[in-house]
């Protein structure tokens, strides 16, 4: 079984600072769900290849594979190296729209609501950077921020927050990469 020293030290600190039941019954459905990490690596696109640092809940299938396959574009999940070769042959793409371009980076604002995969295919990977997240697949309230390569879409990282706009919450989860 593999868990990071890093994973233990956090969720143990992180149990005691939830004294509602609710937020506690949340973090217990996070630490069932992410105390053992399977996915060991990850690569993201056909040059890029990172260590993962967390477990995150990807389909029951892929709990037992070490390294996994992301589509550096829309961010769609594969088990092997050669179903990614295939996929970049399609003519996939970023979701959302650009809101900000500058050199060679472009930044999108993708909405919950309307590109729901890629949002939770974004929270899946992001998950294997971040310790505590638990939001994954109910995102139509979250509006994201992606920065990417403008040559060839090359996910760099995003922010992701509420879209209510009298939330105090203006940040809710950050991923920029390599991660450090
Ligand atoms: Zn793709």
Redesign the pocket.
Known sequence: MLQTRRSKLVSSEKSALFENPIEKLFENEHSERTKVKYIERVSLGLDLTLDTWYASPYPQEYEKVEHIYV?H????YMRKHKTLLN?QL?D?SQAGTIIYEQGGLSVHRVLGLESKLYCQNLSLFAKLFIDHKVLYFDIKDYEYFVLSHRKDSMFVGYFSRLRNVNSLNNLSCIVVLPPF
């Open positions: 589509c574009k829309c961010l769609k996929h399609d996939c």
